[in-house]
């Protein structure tokens, strides 16, 4: 495939605060790539550096082999599809479509031609005279991407623009913007904080944290071959435990030796061991090569999300047998559900569910604290009076 964008060692701060730490990225022809993180991690901006509405502090922006890092948005063949849309309400349908168009004085009949392509294009033919006030969320978006794809622009830039829409009409507006991309030929780059929106769309997903990148891959790759702790936290969920590689192709964890189908690591060398919930199956305890107790059973319609403690460390474990809470069980992992990792600055930060967030964490360890202090204090007149 032809490379159409570059980004080269790309910096940029805000208040002296490094939002972008020397990134760089290859963007390709009539691709769907997707800039993946949590909030904060860089990837809007990435996004409106692209686009040109941010200037790097260093580093090139190189567009079709020409540096375009000092052009600005107007003179970009790049289009951009907001979260909240930015729609005239004063036009309808069509009206928003052609506003492009009828600045550039290009003429009326091919004005109503590519209009008209462009909303049978995003399924709202026979909108045309409809004010954008009344439409759905859903119908909204449609209007935008017209509007974005109607000069035909090279790269399309979209950011989070699915955010705003109810969970039936995201998953159905996913399909749709993938269709729409596939029959354009454009390249889309989409921003998103959903790991889900990522991988049932993209071509290729690019896991953002702290201004840096920390994967690039597939779908399948990111999710099957995570290259850290954080990258395997946050696509999908993770039991992550600390491990030693004790040759290749076996591995120590949880307090037994695994096979496992991974080389090419130091002999003892500690690592990160990655085991997905889906992948672990459930035996009688004394078939198990790890045995504990059912903390917690949530089902999920599909499936039962258990959580596990095996000596204080809490696994999560998806299955469609059923586990009451307090029964006694048996964990089997076959060697290849084993991914192993090197270590990282990540590593020790994920992978117990004793609860699903370290805001969790911290609220529980505020509260401890807060507890702690109350007895304190309310023991306090008491030992006074006995003093007395």
């Given at each position: 495939?032809?490379?159409?964008?570059?980004?080269?060692?790309?910096?940029?701060?805000?208040?002296?605060?490094?939002?972008?730490?020397?990134?760089?990225?290859?963007?390709?022809?009539?691709?769907?790539?997707?800039?993946?993180?949590?909030?904060?991690?860089?990837?809007?901006?990435?996004?409106?550096?692209?686009?040109?509405?941010?200037?790097?502090?260093?580093?090139?922006?190189?567009?079709?082999?020409?540096?375009?890092?000092?052009?600005?948005?107007?003179?970009?063949?790049?289009?951009?599809?907001?979260?909240?849309?930015?729609?005239?309400?004063?036009?309808?349908?069509?009206?928003?479509?052609?506003?492009?168009?009828?600045?550039?004085?290009?003429?009326?009949?091919?004005?109503?031609?590519?209009?008209?392509?462009?909303?049978?294009?995003?399924?709202?033919?026979?909108?045309?005279?409809?004010?954008?006030?009344?439409?759905?969320?859903?119908?909204?978006?449609?209007?935008?991407?017209?509007?974005?794809?109607?000069?035909?622009?090279?790269?399309?830039?979209?950011?989070?623009?699915l955010a705003a829409l109810d969970l039936k009409l995201r998953k159905d507006m996913q399909v749709e913007l993938k269709n729409i991309q596939k029959a354009t030929g454009i390249t889309f780059v989409f921003v998103t904080h959903d790991q889900e929106e990522a991988l049932s769309m993209s071509d290729t997903v690019v896991v953002m944290s702290e201004g840096r990148i920390q994967q690039i891959g597939t779908p399948v790759d990111i999710y099957n071959e995570p290259t850290n702790a954080f990258v395997a936290d946050f696509i999908g969920e993770s039991n992550i435990l600390d491990g030693v590689m004790l040759e290749d192709r076996k591995v120590a964890f949880a307090g037994h030796v695994f096979d496992c189908v991974d080389a090419g690591f130091a002999k003892r060398e500690p690592v990160d061991v990655v085991v997905r919930p889906e992948d672990v199956d459930i035996v009688p305890e004394d078939k198990g090569q790890l045995q504990g107790v059912v903390t917690s059973v949530t089902f999920l319609g599909v499936h039962y999300e258990i959580i596990v403690d095996i000596k204080g460390f809490k696994w999560m474990i998806q299955t469609t047998d059923f586990c009451d809470v307090d029964e006694k069980i048996g964990l089997y992992i076959e060697p290849d559900a084993i991914h192993i990792m090197k270590k990282s600055e990540y590593s020790g930060m994920f992978g117990d569910y004793s609860t699903y967030s370290d805001e969790m964490e911290e609220i529980g360890e505020v509260e401890i604290g807060e507890l702690a202090e109350y007895e304190e204090q309310e023991a306090a007149p008491a030992e006074s009076e006995t003093e007395k």
């Open positions: 495939m032809r490379k159409i964008i570059e980004l080269k060692n790309i910096t940029k701060s805000f208040d002296g605060e490094v939002v972008l730490d020397n990134i760089s990225l290859d963007i390709y022809d009539n691709e769907f790539i997707t800039l993946l993180g949590p909030s904060g991690c860089g990837k809007t901006t990435t996004l409106r550096i692209i686009g040109g509405f941010e200037t790097p502090d260093c580093g090139d922006v190189i567009f079709m082999g020409e540096d375009i890092k000092d052009v600005p948005p107007y003179k970009r063949n790049v289009n951009t599809v907001f979260q909240r849309y930015a729609l005239f309400p004063h036009l309808n349908v069509f009206e928003n479509v052609a506003f492009s168009l009828r600045e550039k004085k290009v003429p009326k009949d091919e004005i109503k031609r590519k209009v008209t392509e462009m909303l049978s294009l995003v399924a709202l033919k026979g909108f045309e005279k409809r004010s954008v006030t009344s439409l759905s969320g859903g119908q909204q978006q449609r209007v935008a991407i017209a509007r974005a794809l109607v000069n035909q622009p090279k790269v399309l830039l979209l950011d989070e623009p």
